[in-house]
């Protein structure tokens, strides 16, 4: 059965909920590690395995690597939730972005969070033992200052026209003001449902 407008939007707004709860989880496992409060011990004798071989790895031998593979495990949570989000919302929107006249600041969150999903999905090896996401923007006319004013988040991507240039959070204030940004276009999605005469409102 085909979903109506009105139950892709509900969904896209449960799955903003996720994705910012696993942020949240993310940002707290990383801080307890380098901390120490969370500690090699806690997660001795962890099930890994490589192609065929599975075996045991235990982290106390091995603390560098229990470090690495902790921000492995953050990037991968969280590269696989935002590109589920920006995919939905995609669905749920109708596949099409705010015109940039008619209203900026919305434009502006929608390209950020596309332009964040496409360098998350693109990862580059920088040695044979390090992979970073990397800027894979296309269009010349994609590359500029993107600002969402009202909640102080900012992208300005307009030197990264068809180069490889490392993605870091910190290019956007940090992993918090991404939480904002994923705020403001659920917000939007509850206001096309709660509001009659929202300008985006959205028919079914």
């Not at 031998?61 to 902790?70: A, L, R, W």
């Not at 495990?73 to 919302?89: G, H, M, P, R």
Request: net charge neutral; aromatic share 8%.
């Amino acid at each position: 059965m085909e979903l109506s407008k009105e139950e892709l939007i509900k969904i896209s707004i449960a799955t903003f909920t996720d994705t910012i709860k696993r942020i949240i989880f993310s940002l707290q496992v990383a801080d307890l590690v380098k901390k120490g409060i969370l500690k090699p011990e806690h997660f001795t004798k962890t099930l890994s395995s490589q192609g065929s071989i599975i075996g045991y790895a235990d982290w106390t031998k091995n603390p560098e690597d229990f470090k690495k593979t902790s921000d492995d495990v953050q990037f991968t949570s969280l590269a696989s939730a935002i590109t589920l989000c920006k995919e939905i919302y995609k669905q749920a929107i109708g596949k099409t972005f705010a015109n940039e006249k008619d209203n900026r600041e919305l434009y502006s969150a929608q390209m950020i969070l596309k332009i964040i999903r496409n360098a998350l999905a693109h990862i580059l090896a920088i040695s044979n033992k390090l992979a970073k996401p990397v800027y894979k923007i296309e269009k010349r006319e994609e590359c500029k200052l993107y600002e969402v004013k009202s909640i102080g988040v900012t992208l300005d991507t307009s030197n990264l026209y068809d180069v490889v240039e490392e993605f870091n959070f910190d290019d956007l204030g940090g992993l918090l003001n991404f939480i904002k940004l994923l705020n403001y276009l659920k917000n939007d999605l509850e206001n096309r449902i709660n509001q009659p005469n929202y300008p985006n409102k959205t028919t079914s």
